[in-house]
Every structure is written in structure tokens, then in C-alpha cells.
T-cell receptor
Framework: NAGVTQTPKFQVLKTGQSMTLQCAQDMNHEYMSWYRQDPGMGLRLIHYSVGAGITDQGEVPNGYNVSRSTTEDFPLRLLSAAPSQTSVYFC???????????FGAGTRLSVL | SQQGEEDPQALSIQEGENATMNCSYKTSINNLQWYRQNSGRGLVHLILIRSNEREKHSGRLRVTLDTSKKSSSLLITASRAADTASYFCATDAPGGSEKLVFGKGTKLTVNP
């Protein structure tokens, strides 16, 4: 069972570079979310999606874009990376029927 | 802003002892969940308690919920070194259950 798969696991960017963090789930879950985790801050919601073609902003959406063209994939785009985006990023998914989230292993991003 | 806040921030105990972590939240909820995060890994769901439940058990885990005090506790009995991890409470956000809001976590260390 693959569950929620995130790639890459590690990434180093220079300020101003762009990149896409990939997230895929094979559980046919309707809901998908992106969180960032910073020391002492817990997890903060960036963007989420309740189904293909539907996305919405979370608590800290600035600097990030998302799209949901399929049920399986929910990529997170950084258009112009900033040092403040240095963090660990987690993708999660869940089904409508249950409020239990399944998390990927995370992407550790450093912006220099 | 975080809905749930865990207490204490860090807890260190000996193997075999019980560990108790607390979570306080600010507004009414539909349910409250506890997650575990091992170092460098994603979060794993432990237990969900609904707002109309007062106590729930799962193996060595016992969760209580006091909606009048807006608080929950997670008790791990007979702790093991493998229980060393960070523990987070999560509540569904006010106004809807599409989003989960996580606290900052309690870092538990179980010494062998």
C-alpha cells in the first residue's frame, strides 16, 4: 500500500527559484491538504482541496499555488522561493466519510 | 492560529511509567483527534473522539474529552522507548470539518 507519496524528500533552492512539490495518493480520497511544519509552530494549513477542480486557501497560503486536476494528485507550487519558505512540507489526504488524515513522509525544503 | 494547544511542550519519563498529555482548544468542535509523529516522519493517526463522547480507549491509549472545559487528555500507559515521538491534537475548524487544525505538539521522550 503506497498511501500518500511525496516527492522529493529533500530539496535546496536559491531565493527566487521556482519548484513543484509533488503529492499523490492511491486511496481515492476526496480531500487533500498541504501543511508546513516549522519548529515550535506545529502544522499550519497552506491549501486544501475537497475534490478534483476545487481548491481553497488555508491559514498560510501566500507564496504557494495549488491545483487539483485529478483525484490522485495535488501538487504544491512555489513560484518564487523565499527563505521564509524553508520548512518541512506535508501532504495529507482523507475520505469524506472519515475525518482521519493520512500523511506523506514529508519534503524538507531549504531556501538559501 | 492554532485551535489546539498541547501541554506540556516536552515530557521525559522512564519506560514503564504513564505519560499524560493535555490539549486545550478555543471553540466548539465536532471531534478531536490525536496524532503521533516519529522523528523525521509524517503524522500517524492514533485516535478520534467525538464531541458527544467522554472517554475512548485504544490499546495502551486512553483519551478523555471535556467539552465544558474545552480540553482533552491523552494517556499512554506502561510507556515503551518506542513511544518516543511528538504527539499532536487536532480539531476540526470552526464552521466546517473540511480542515483540521493542529496544535504545536508535545515531545515525549521515554528513557529505557
Amino acid at each position: 500500500n503506497a498511501g500518500v507519496t511525496q516527492t522529493p524528500k529533500f530539496q535546496v533552492l536559491k531565493t527566487g527559484q521556482s519548484m513543484t512539490l509533488q503529492c499523490a495518493q492511491d486511496m481515492n480520497h476526496e480531500y487533500m491538504s498541504w501543511y508546513r511544519q516549522d519548529p515550535g509552530m506545529g502544522l499550519r494549513l497552506i491549501h486544501y482541496s475537497v475534490g478534483a477542480g476545487i481548491t481553497d486557501q488555508g491559514e498560510v497560503p501566500n507564496g504557494y499555488n495549488v491545483s487539483r486536476s485529478t483525484t490522485e494528485d495535488f501538487p504544491l507550487r512555489l513560484l518564487s522561493a523565499a527563505p521564509s519558505q524553508t520548512s518541512v512540507y506535508f501532504c495529507a489526504s482523507r475520505t469524506i466519510a472519515k475525518n482521519i488524515q493520512y500523511f506523506g513522509a514529508g519534503t524538507r525544503l531549504s531556501v538559501l | 492560529s492554532q485551535q489546539g494547544e498541547e501541554d506540556p511542550q516536552a515530557l521525559s519519563i522512564q519506560e514503564g511509567e504513564n505519560a499524560t498529555m493535555n490539549c486545550s482548544y478555543k471553540t466548539s468542535i465536532n471531534n478531536l483527534q490525536w496524532y503521533r509523529q516519529n522523528s523525521g516522519r509524517g503524522l500517524v493517526h492514533l485516535i478520534l473522539i467525538r464531541s458527544n463522547e467522554r472517554e475512548k480507549h485504544s490499546g495502551r491509549l486512553r483519551v478523555t474529552l471535556d467539552t465544558s472545559k474545552k480540553s482533552s487528555s491523552l494517556l499512554i500507559t506502561a510507556s515503551r522507548a518506542a513511544d518516543t515521538a511528538s504527539y499532536f491534537c487536532a480539531t476540526d475548524a470552526p464552521g466546517g470539518s473540511e480542515k483540521l487544525v493542529f496544535g504545536k505538539g508535545t515531545k515525549l521522550t521515554v528513557n529505557p
